[in-house]
């Protein structure tokens, strides 16, 4: 099993930046791919950015490309998740995501292990 908490969710002002954490406890953490998922009202979850469990590859959505970047940590098991310039669109509940596949991660479909997520409030 492995243990997922976000952390670093907020209220933030468009334009505005906030750096998300997931810190993972439980199996080697360095063995799973990591990412991260969001979730507006009323709208279906979406993937927003993966890394490699090296951290050598990163992917991410085409609407947060160039604004936010994904990090991770394998000394201190965390994942991180930069977001700058927000915008109100970005608003959501943040889920991070694990699993031993990358394109798992990427899909989000069969993902082995999910957080509990964060909310993130982008005011206009």
């Known amino acids: 099993q492995v243990q997922l908490v976000e952390s670093g969710g907020g209220l933030v002002q468009a334009g505005g930046s906030l750096r998300l954490s997931c810190a993972g406890s439980?199996?080697?953490?360095?063995?799973?791919?990591m990412g991260w998922h969001r979730q507006a009202p009323g709208k279906e979850r979406e993937f927003v950015a993966a890394?490699?469990?090296?951290?050598?590859?990163?992917y991410y959505a085409d609407s947060v490309k160039g604004r936010f970047t994904i990090s991770r940590d394998n000394a201190k098991n965390t994942v991180y998740l930069q977001m700058n310039s927000l915008k109100p669109e970005d608003t959501a509940v943040y889920y991070c995501?694990?699993?031993?596949?990358?394109?798992?991660?990427?899909?989000?479909?069969?993902?082995?292990?999910w957080g509990q997520g964060t909310q993130v409030t982008v005011s206009s």
């Open positions: 995501a694990a699993d031993a596949d990358l394109r798992q991660v990427v899909s989000g479909r069969r993902t082995d292990y």
């Open positions: 439980g199996r080697t953490f360095s063995n799973y791919a």
């Open positions: 890394i490699s469990w090296s951290g050598g590859n990163a």
